[in-house]
């Protein structure tokens, strides 16, 4: 554990050297997320602005679940965002056989190998604004629960990295230039929305088949009318069978894989 720890230690430290030395392309990807927050802030503004509720919650509810979700955001563009942007290029051109010939984990430093530094400054920002959003809640809550929110933001960025990288694997059968990742952006869209817009068999997809309503919009709605440890425990479970199934998919794929030298 602490081998891979200390290459993890220096990847971070590798990225924000490089990231120094193209100063444009970081302030780029600082301006270009604070827009995307932006929108996001203004679409809920302009809905709250005709309707005192949506999904029962109230607008200082709103701006917590989308805040959730900003930190959400921010932590896969800064942790997974580059290395799951590279996985398709590197199993089409065959340079996947460099990492796999490496004496650790071909998951972790295929997941793990690029920190991105250009966007850390952007995860700042979205915890700022995850404080903010808290402090304006319009009912009291106790540090307990958000101590607990915060725990499930977190997971949920897991379980967003699980879900992306799930969808980025059949790549390896499919030779598609993304695999099935605009599949995986066009979904991810159902974790920006609460998670009672939905009724049905959508809705108990979106909690446990597709769950990107557990990334960031049940732990909201628990933190709102009070935690259920079965929910908690739900969360827990579904994120555990995701890595499960993802150890099990990684496997199969790599067994599948024509390296450039077969």
């Known amino acids: 554990m602490s081998r891979y ?5 220096s990847f971070v430290r590798f ?23 932006a929108t996001q802030i203004a679409f809920f503004a302009v809905i709250y602005g005709q309707t005192q509720e949506l999904g029962g919650w109230d607008r200082s509810q709103a701006f917590v679940f989308i805040s959730g979700f900003f930190l959400v955001d921010a932590l896969h563009m800064t942790i997974f965002a580059n290395n799951m942007w590279m996985l398709p290029i590197l199993v089409n051109q065959g340079d996947l056989d460099y ?34 959003a808290l402090s304006g809640l319009s009912s009291v809550v106790g540090v307990g629960d958000c101590a607990l929110y ?40 159902y974790a920006e929305r609460p998670e009672r817009i939905f009724t049905g068999y959508m809705r108990r997809a979106l909690v446990s088949i597709l769950p990107f309503s557990l990334v960031a919009s049940r732990p909201a709605q628990d933190l709102f009318e009070g935690f259920r440890w079965s929910t ?22 790599l067994r599948s894989y024509s390296s450039a030298s077969s």
Do not use: K
């Not at 004496?103 to 190998?113: E, N, Q, T």
């Open 15 to 37: 990225s924000f050297s490089r990231a120094m030395e193209f100063r444009l392309d970081f302030f780029f990807r600082v301006v270009m997320d604070v827009c995307y927050y």
């Open 232 to 253: 908690v425990a739900h969360i827990g479970a579904v994120t555990a069978l995701g890595f499960v199934f993802l150890l099990w998919f990684w496997g199969r794929a």
């Open 150 to 189: 915060l725990a499930l933001i977190l997971n949920g960025a897991l379980l967003y990295f699980l879900l992306h990288i799930c969808f980025l694997i059949p790549v390896f059968w499919l030779h598609s230039a993304r695999g099935l990742g605009e599949v995986f952006f066009s979904l991810a869209r």
């Open 99 to 132: 990492y796999l010939v490496r004496p650790v984990s071909s998951l972790f430093f295929l997941s793990l190998r690029e920190f991105a530094a250009n966007s850390f400054l952007n995860l700042v920002l979205a915890a700022g604004v995850f404080a903010w």
């Open 5 to 9: 720890l200390r290459l993890y230690l």
